[in-house]
């Protein structure tokens, strides 16, 4: 089974503030998934990615496959960008159903 | 694309009821649906697993007679909390491939809203 680690569990921010969440496993996968849950509960997702880096808008999702390791990056925070960040992964090679994190609860202060 | 819709968005109801909740995929096949518990700051946790027209898979301690799912369409698939206990209280979400059953390393996940369960 994958073990999922995120860091940090919390982060408060000021506004306009460079954002780096960490995300570790521990099986080889071939795609791991950036979601956002949104304070009523609803989750997006951000990004999948399988290798390299992956940019939309103000987020950055980078993953090291070799290393078992990727970050997501927020540029130019925003106070909408308050929410629980989750990354996730599959259970392993081919396996449909994912491991998740436990979030990483990001707070933006203006 | 690739919408997943969930209703209700809260529900409230007594020790003993049931509880129906619904996802359906509005513009495309959702061949399988993953559902889906979080307790309060805590991460999902996977219940079980449907597919149309077949038997949904559990997960080890989730009781199939007590959390009732059934895909009987490629856009339907809902999920009923049966005889609901305080205990039951939590988040409830459910997810789909957008590609369908196979095709996840190409297209992700889309999830429905959540439904937040209380049982008084």
């Known amino acids: 089974k994958n073990e999922v680690e995120q860091s940090p569990q919390n982060l408060t921010a000021q506004e306009g503030e460079f954002i780096t969440i960490n995300c570790s496993y521990s099986?080889?996968?071939?795609?791991l998934h950036w979601l956002q849950q949104h304070p009523g509960g609803g989750i997006v997702s951000l990004f999948m990615?399988?290798?390299g880096k992956k940019k939309h808008g103000r987020l950055i999702a980078t993953i090291n496959i070799q290393e078992k390791h990727s970050s997501l990056h927020i540029t130019a925070s925003h106070p909408r960008d308050s929410a629980v960040y989750i990354c996730?992964?599959?259970?392993?090679?081919?396996?449909?159903?994912?491991?998740f994190g436990t979030g990483t609860r990001l707070t933006i202060i203006p | 694309g690739a919408v997943v819709s969930q209703h209700p968005s809260r529900v409230i109801c007594k020790s003993g009821t049931s509880v129906k909740i619904e996802c359906r995929s509005l513009?495309?096949?959702?061949?399988?649906m993953f559902w889906y518990r979080q307790f309060p700051k805590q991460s999902l946790m996977l219940m079980a697993t449907?597919?149309?027209?077949?038997?949904?898979?559990?997960e080890q301690g989730v009781e199939k007679d007590k959390f009732l799912i059934n895909h009987a369409s490629l856009t339907l698939s809902t999920l009923t909390v049966t005889s609901a206990h305080p205990e039951d209280s939590s988040f409830y979400i459910c997810?789909?491939?957008?590609?369908?059953?196979?095709?996840?390393?190409?297209?992700?996940?889309?999830f429905g809203s959540g439904t937040r369960l209380t049982v008084v």
């Open positions: 449907s597919n149309e027209g077949s038997k949904a898979t559990y």
């Open positions: 996730a992964v599959p259970r392993g090679f081919g396996n449909e159903k994912l491991t």
């Open positions: 990615l399988s290798s």
């Open positions: 513009d495309f096949q959702a061949t399988t």
């Open positions: 997810s789909a491939p957008k590609g369908g059953q196979g095709y996840l390393a190409h297209y992700g996940y889309t």
């Open positions: 099986v080889g996968i071939s795609a």
